[in-house]
């Protein structure tokens, strides 16, 4: 079968009026496409020809890749001719074989409308034919004058013309041989493809160039190729560049110190040999290029461009090419795209779970689903490549032959560890960031995937990182994606965020309290409790939940950490209401003066640290503590902007926040115990969130405070609440839901801002002002 497809991808059909031809153009041209290892199938001599063609030269026909029709002003004298013409568009049509036309000293008009000479030849064949036959034979005419060809007429030189069709059907040979039958099988090519054709516009005349988008490893080059293999024929001149071709170039140009303008001169020499199937072309200057290529319909696609020069140097502008040229360039950086003028971009999705699953079982099955008995481990394995096609692949063929036990083993390996391919793949786009913008990098995968982007600003708004500026070269580069949602939040790929933290993890490989983040429990356990834990570490991320047996926490274990800035000690959610298995026999001191964020699940605590200093504190988070107070009298609290209690059921008291006038959430769902908010919530001008949900013994509201900022107010559950709250007349979104509200007051006409308003369980609600219909 192998041996089949190579030799049909090999194949070349010539239909031709042989009396015109044969003896001159024709044998010139079958020694050129010899000399180029191009089989031509040339039967007609040794078949004996009647008024239909044969069986035999009807298979020749179609076992062939292309088909070359040659239009003398004989050719339709010929039925033979004519019938050959239209099993050659029907394969065009059912089979997608490659058409290639020449107009030998002979006008594409005639063809098309059958006048002059050619006409005449056609109107006598006609003679005696039915009008079925020659209502089609002028149909296949129409047809393949349309077809873009060489014009004997137009050319100086037969030979340059001869050499320059032959170097068009290597191309189109070379281009269909890496055709899309290789990817036909691949989940959800066809979407892809369909996507990619309507951006190209294959019939707009224009030169088009068009950026396909995404992070290393989703499928772009695979893509581009399944474009290349089921395009090219439509083009006179088609060539992939991919990063083999740029790597070593570049490499090459760069070593000998050439600047920018001998590196491009260089380039498009290297160009042109590829494009033109010419060796070693040479070139004095920059403007060869169009010269060469403007009278060319070409089709260019650079694979896996992140240099800005190879763009400017190989397709710098449009008018280099000829009309319906198309030029597809594939990158990770989509600012790359922007600053060359591309607008057309096709940025490339991950695959949903269904389809991921079945790309990894393509991988290490060879089916769509999985072997018997593998199921739920196939779908987790597919899981940890995080639906990037990629990793399912190597992933899938690293487990392909492997019994279940074998796959049991290698799973704890898998959950922590990078496959080396896919690390090398990912990490390209790591290295060739700015200092500044790796930084920003490894706090995302270390710390903070999953944040609000404002959140995050906040957090790092007194460090060295420039926020604004990485989250753009980040998402340009298929590093990060900002949800578009009301609250944007940063999202990095979980097998980025992997290669991230290997990164922080091999920067002391043997001492990890050298380490800017610690995120390994068993690393972070080792540290805390050896008090290695240095002046390097800025941030903690520790997953309590994977603590196996009761972890005793030494009051001093923080000690040595005096730069910390981020502490995040969390559970699982579906483990938070099982027992801690952190213990604090002394309780805990010396947390660094220097923290932006504390976030620590079910401390175990009744109140923060006596030597606890919140004065750069911009989240704290102490959900499902055991706080009963948090600290005496007021704290400098300038920079803090979330403050979250939830469910810390001891809470009877919240802290004095007259010194936090940028606070601006406020959650103290399902604290049973309160029973009053402090007075000095009153200064909280910049709050724009306050929820109370399920707090059952909170009674009365502070009144007459105009939070001017405030926009949602959570009530619900709050049971012994009966007034309507006079808090805010700014109000958007007001939830009153199980509350002991008796009546909505004739004030509610000043909220003019409200859009929601719950109340839905409130069994004494007796009276509702008709102003409400004010709003």
């Excluded at 568009?89 to 089979?95: A, G, Q, S, T, Y």
């Excluded at 439509?234 to 990063?243: A, G, L, S, T």
């Excluded at 007021?634 to 009877?652: G, I, T």
């Amino acid at each position: 079968m192998a041996s089949s497809s190579r030799s049909r991808s090999l194949q070349v059909f010539p239909s031709f009026r042989g009396e015109d031809v044969r003896r001159t153009f024709l044998s010139h041209l079958i020694v050129a496409l010899d000399r180029k290892l191009v089989r031509t199938v040339f039967k007609d001599s040794q078949i004996e020809r009647g008024h239909s063609i044969s069986p035999a030269l009807v298979q020749a026909i179609r076992d062939s890749r292309v088909s070359i029709v040659v239009l003398s002003k004989n050719y339709a004298s010929s039925s033979w001719c004519l019938n050959e013409l239209l099993e050659i568009l029907k394969c065009r049509e059912e089979l997608g074989q490659i058409v290639m036309t020449i107009f030998y000293d002979l006008d594409p008009s005639h063809v098309r409308y059958q006048i002059g000479e050619f006409g005449k030849a056609f109107e006598k064949t006609c003679e005696k034919k039915t009008a079925d036959e020659t209502k089609q034979w002028r149909l296949a005419l129409t047809e393949v004058a349309n077809i873009h060809g060489h014009h004997s007429r137009k050319w100086d030189s037969e030979a340059h013309m001869i050499e320059d069709f032959v170097n068009d059907v290597s191309c189109k040979l070379n281009c269909s041989q890496s055709s899309s039958e290789e990817f036909d099988d691949l989940i959800g090519i066809e979407a892809h493809i369909a996507n990619m054709v309507s951006l190209l516009s294959m019939d707009a005349e224009q030169v088009l160039m068009v950026g396909i988008w995404g992070p290393s490893g989703i499928g772009k080059s695979t893509i581009a190729r399944v474009l290349f293999g089921r395009l090219s024929y439509r083009f006179q001149r088609c060539v992939f560049i991919d990063r083999s071709f740029v790597d070593k170039t570049l490499e090459n140009f760069r070593r000998i110190n050439l600047d920018d303008y001998g590196v491009k001169l260089q380039l498009q020499e290297k160009f042109l040999s590829e494009i033109l199937d010419h060796k070693d072309v040479k070139i004095d200057h920059l403007g060869v290029v169009g010269g060469r290529l403007q009278n060319h319909k070409v089709l260019i696609v650079l694979d896996d461009v992140d240099d800005r020069l190879l763009l400017d140097a190989l397709v710098g502008q449009a008018l280099w090419f000829g009309s319906g040229s198309r030029i597809i360039v594939v990158t990770k950086d989509v600012h790359l795209l922007r600053s060359h003028g591309i607008e057309r971009v096709y940025e490339v999705g991950f695959p949903s779970e269904d389809q991921a699953l079945e790309m990894f079982c393509q991988s290490a099955f060879k089916r769509n689903s999985p072997a018997d008995g593998f199921m739920d481990l196939a779908v987790e394995v597919s899981k940890l490549a995080g639906n990037l096609p990629l990793g399912l692949n190597l992933l899938g063929s690293s487990l392909r032959g492997r019994n279940k036990e074998d796959w049991i083993d290698m799973l704890p390996e898998l959950r922590t560890c990078l496959n080396g391919d896919i690390e090398r793949t990912l990490r390209f786009g790591y290295d060739r960031l700015k200092e500044t913008h790796k930084r920003l990098f490894l706090h995302i995968a270390c710390l903070f995937n999953g944040e609000k982007v404002d959140s995050l600003k906040w957090l790092l708004a007194d460090s060295d990182v420039d926020v604004n500026t990485g989250l753009r070269v980040l998402v340009e580069r298929s590093l990060i994606r900002i949800t578009t949602h009301l609250c944007k939040t940063v999202e990095m790929h979980n097998l980025l965020q992997e290669m991230g933290r290997g990164i922080v993890s091999a920067q002391s490989f043997d001492e990890p309290g050298e380490r800017q983040f610690l995120t390994d429990s068993k690393n972070i356990c080792d540290v805390l409790e050896d008090s290695t834990g240095t002046k390097a570490v800025l941030g903690i991320c520790w997953n309590i939940s994977e603590i196996d047996e009761l972890f005793t926490l030494d009051e001093d274990a923080f000690k040595g950490m005096s730069n910390l800035r981020f502490l995040k000690i969390y559970k699982n959610p579906l483990e938070r209401n099982e027992e801690t298995k952190l213990y604090l026999p002394q309780g805990i001191q010396s947390l660094s003066r220097r923290l932006r964020l504390l976030h620590w699940d079910a401390y175990p605590m009744s109140r923060m640290p006596s030597d606890f200093s919140p004065a750069y504190l911009v989240e704290l988070g102490m959900i499902d503590s055991e706080l009963e107070k948090m600290w005496e009298g007021p704290q400098p609290l300038k920079y803090l902007k979330n403050m979250s209690l939830w469910r810390s059921k001891k809470l009877k008291e919240v802290p004095d926040l007259s010194k936090a006038p940028n606070l601006e959430e406020l959650y103290l769902a399902d604290c049973q115990s309160l029973q009053m908010l402090p007075s000095s919530i009153r200064h909280l001008k910049n709050l724009k969130t306050l929820n109370l949900e399920e707090c059952r013994k909170l009674e009365v509201l502070p009144t007459n405070i105009n939070l001017e900022s405030l926009s949602n107010l959570t009530l619900y559950g709050c049971s012994l609440i009966r007034s309507f709250p006079d808090i805010s007349r700014n109000i958007s979104v007001l939830s009153l839901e199980n509350t002991a509200i008796e009546e909505v007051p004739w004030w509610i006409e000043k909220m003019t801002g409200l859009t929601g308003l719950f109340m839905s369980g409130c069994s004494k609600l007796t009276r509702i002002s008709p102003n409400i219909s004010k709003l």
